[in-house]
């Protein structure tokens, strides 16, 4: 069955330092990735979208990356702040189109 | 823009109890999802609706489940009886369309229903 997985252990940097998020998947192909930010006790709010062909795509402090060979996504927040404490989930659309799969969500904390 | 307004945001039921979810999509989105988030999980879609039709009800419990989306805007999730494994929160999202051909149709999530059953 196709499967996004991300670790599900919680990651904690220090303010400042660059956090690196991973994001892999299983079974099939997905053609485009989406990063989304999800705070406590709120719904999810989308921060990025990548291609499969883009490689790499930026947005202020933050840098997606999309290897095909590896079947894996990076996630970077660079110079993090403790502002960016939250869960980040990785996603995409099944095979058919019709349902956008979740990750379980890694939970970042910056102190 | 309001955004995707949901309500409750907190409710706590006994178990055997009925239970109503209420969900107000953005404006113009023809595509509507319920997703179930359990603690420290992602969220799990439970129906997705275009327009007034439910397209996929596969992973909803229809014993006890219910949905629906009268005139293809507002939504109401419905449960009944509750049970104690039911305690999660319920996300409403709504998208212009879906990822189908393109996989780049982004949604736009409520702040959740948070279910606590006794």
């Known amino acids: 069955s196709q499967k996004i997985e991300q670790n599900s252990e919680a990651l904690n940097i220090q303010e400042g330092k660059t956090a690196t998020l991973t994001c892999n998947y299983t079974?099939?192909?997905?053609?485009?990735l989406q990063w989304y930010r999800q705070d406590p006790g709120r719904g999810p709010v989308f921060l990025l979208l990548i291609r499969e062909n883009e490689k790499e795509k930026r947005k202020e402090r933050l840098k997606v990356t999309f290897d095909t060979t590896l079947k894996q996504s990076l996630f970077h927040i660079t110079a993090s702040q403790p502002a960016d404490s939250a869960t980040y989930l990785c996603?995409?659309?099944?095979?058919?189109?019709?349902?956008?799969?979740f990750g379980k969500g890694t939970s970042l904390l910056v102190t | 823009e309001a955004g995707v307004v949901q309500s409750p945001r907190y409710k706590i039921i006994e178990k055997k109890q009925p239970v109503a979810f209420w969900c107000n999509p953005i404006s113009g989105h023809n595509t509507l999802y319920w997703y179930l988030q359990n603690l420290g999980q992602g969220p799990e879609l439970l129906i997705r609706?275009?327009?007034?039709?439910?397209?996929?009800d596969s992973q909803l419990p229809k014993d006890r489940f219910s949905a629906e989306r009268l005139k293809g805007v507002d939504s109401t999730l419905k449960i009944q009886p509750a049970e104690l494994g039911d305690s999660a929160v319920y996300l409403c999202?709504?998208?212009?369309?879906?990822?189908?051909?393109?996989?780049?149709?982004?949604?736009?999530f409520g702040a959740g229903s948070r279910l606590t059953v006794l």
């Open positions: 079974n099939y192909s997905p053609a485009y």
């Open positions: 996603a995409s659309w099944g095979n058919s189109g019709y349902a956008l799969n």
């Open positions: 999202a709504s998208s212009l369309g879906t990822g189908a051909g393109s996989g780049a149709n982004v949604l736009t």
């Open positions: 609706y275009e327009n007034e039709e439910a397209v996929d």
